[in-house]
């Protein structure tokens, strides 16, 4: 008997767009799972982060990636824009997100200008479509023409995701499937973890200071009582940071322990034990 040929499509496709556009929002919500967090906050994310769909059609790899900010002098930004451009090497699709509630300035047009060179298919998404104040529309629509198709979506509401899914498919490559179909991301468990703290420390920090933080996950360990224990730490640059994260009588790091714990529960299903300590750690962001 002939072997039945399947031509399944696999391939990678990177989201990318300047900071706080919904890149994280909109992977959460096409593999349908907290893969990434996501903040009001620019600079959320800070390592480019897989994303696994995979069905009938094939597998589309998602590549969330740090956006690109136009201050590019700190040591931070640097880190970041230099991890959005290895990002962009080796992949099969540009999915170029905007935000039309935000003019374009010169950080869009930066974030465009890296993208204009590259040869492989682009989507370019207009994500928020599910709010009603959005003054950048029709400038964002008329960039329409460097793109091969555009996309209208809301990665809060989820509508018209299938439509970008359905439009990456329609270009990938035919291909075997780079990982096994039921996985997610190619995050492991500890650093997904310490994502999550994150997140919360961000939530909470009032706006210059989310930046001077980073969260280091020791130990994760399931105990014979059935609570899984968790090791942690937030490194910040200077005592003052250290002190504002603590807060009066202990009582920031108190609730960033309990919001993650709330999440990690009602994810994992087993009590947590979260033992989170905050150090002054200068030199944290030589190890992104
Ligand atoms: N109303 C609305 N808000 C959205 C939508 N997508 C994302 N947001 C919000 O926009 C903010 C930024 O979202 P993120 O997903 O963290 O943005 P990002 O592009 O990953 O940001 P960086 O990681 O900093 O580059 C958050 O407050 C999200 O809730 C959307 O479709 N509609
Ligand atoms: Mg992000």
Redesign the pocket.
């Known amino acids: 008997m002939p072997v039945e040929k399947t031509n399944k499509k696999s391939g990678f496709a990177v989201l990318i767009g300047r900071s706080n556009v919904g890149?994280?929002t909109l992977l959460n919500a096409l593999i349908g799972s907290k893969i990434?967090i996501?903040t009001p906050k620019p600079q959320?994310?800070r390592k480019p982060v897989q994303g696994i769909f995979s069905d009938s059609r094939g597998q589309i790899v998602f590549v969330?990636t740090p956006?690109v900010f136009k201050d590019m002098r700190d040591p931070l930004s640097k880190k970041l824009l230099q991890s959005v451009k290895e990002s962009l090497k080796d992949i099969d699709m540009i999915v170029y997100v905007m935000d039309p509630t935000r003019a374009i300035g010169a950080e869009e047009k930066y974030a465009l200008s890296m993208v204009d060179p590259l040869t492989q298919p682009k989507i370019l998404v207009i994500n928020k479509m599910d709010l009603t104040q959005k003054p950048a529309l029709e400038d964002d629509r008329a960039l329409a023409d460097r793109f091969d198709q555009t996309i209208e979506l809301s990665a809060r509401t989820g509508k018209s995701i299938h439509e970008l899914i359905q439009a990456i498919f329609d270009r990938l490559p035919e291909g075997e499937p780079y990982y096994p179909p039921g996985q997610l991301t190619n995050m492991p468990n500890e650093e997904w973890l310490a994502e999550l703290i994150r997140e919360k420390l961000f939530l909470r920090l009032r706006q210059e200071i989310p930046y001077t933080v980073h969260v280091v996950v020791d130990g994760v360990e399931r105990r014979e009582n059935g609570v899984v224990y968790i090791a942690a730490r937030i490194l910040t640059n200077a005592e003052r940071y250290k002190r504002i994260i603590i807060g009066a009588g202990g009582r920031g790091i108190k609730e960033i322990g309990q919001s993650t714990r709330r999440e990690l529960e009602s994810v994992m299903d087993v009590p947590i034990y979260l033992d989170l300590n905050v150090e002054t750690e200068p030199h944290w962001i030589s190890s992104l």
């Open positions: 890149k994280s990434a996501t959320t994310t969330d956006g």
